[in-house]
């Protein structure tokens, strides 16, 4: 069974920072993008970064460049997300998703992230 | 960025009766390899979204044929032929066709 299983959100203060991971088995994880993707509580699903098959193309959206580090290691089919300079808008559910170029077809159960003082 | 709009946010829907889902985008969708990545997925309350339908209209695995996808360029469509008590959620659209992908807000299917 296909399954992604992300850990590591919490409660953190402003400027802080949190390392968010994803735990992939059931199919071959080198062979696949990743993505994390977030969703603030009652609001829609907005992209984050995205990490190509062997690590060596990454991509952030604006909203988070410089801040945050989307990393993988498929020796341990394991992606991650360092987010550094954590501000209250970066709170929200964190999902990581499988996917392809253009397309993203398996996703986490997510975890939180919430960042206040 | 490609904008993606859904409307209306919410759709109430007796059960057993058919449900429309439109989606725009600000952008053709075709892509210079021919495939349209337009894909829908569904949020279930308090769980996390799952693709329904692939390239406009390819179903998931395990998706009932009772959800069908629709459309070209820059307008599309997800159908339910008959809407049972389990499609209770919120329904997006996503584009992965331009860079970066983006989700449009998404259509909540209420049963009336």
């Known amino acids: 069974e296909v399954q992604l299983v992300e850990s590591g959100g919490g409660s953190v203060q402003p400027g802080g920072s949190l390392r968010l991971s994803c735990a992939a088995s059931?199919?071959?994880?080198?062979?696949?993008?990743m993505y994390w993707v977030r969703q603030a509580r009652g609001k829609g699903l907005v992209w984050v970064s995205r990490i190509n098959n062997d690590g060596s193309g990454t991509s952030y959206a604006d909203s988070v460049k410089g801040r945050f580090t989307i990393s993988r290691d498929n020796a341990k089919n394991t992606l991650y997300l360092q987010m550094n300079s954590l501000r209250g808008e970066d709170t929200a559910v964190y999902y990581c998703?499988?996917?392809?170029?253009?397309?993203?077809?398996?996703w986490g159960q997510g975890t939180t992230v919430t960042v206040s003082s | 960025d490609v904008v993606m709009t859904q409307s209306p946010l919410s759709l109430p829907v007796t059960l057993g009766q058919p449900a429309s889902f439109p989606c725009r985008s600000s952008?053709?969708?075709?892509?210079?390899?021919?495939?349209?990545?337009l894909h829908w997925f569904q949020q279930r309350p308090g769980q996390s979204p799952r693709r329904l339908l692939y390239k406009v209209s390819n179903r998931d695995s395990g998706v009932p044929d009772r959800f069908s996808g629709s459309g070209s360029g820059t307008d599309f469509t997800l159908k339910i032929s008959r809407v049972e008590a389990e499609d209770v959620g919120v329904y997006y659209c996503?584009?992965?066709?331009?860079?970066?992908?983006?989700f449009g807000g998404g259509t909540k299917l209420e049963i009336q």
């Open positions: 952008q053709s969708l075709v892509n210079s390899d021919g495939d349209t990545y």
């Open positions: 059931g199919f071959i994880f080198r062979s696949y993008w």
């Open positions: 996503m584009q992965g066709t331009h860079w970066p992908p983006t």
């Open positions: 998703g499988r996917g392809t170029p253009g397309d993203l077809d398996v």
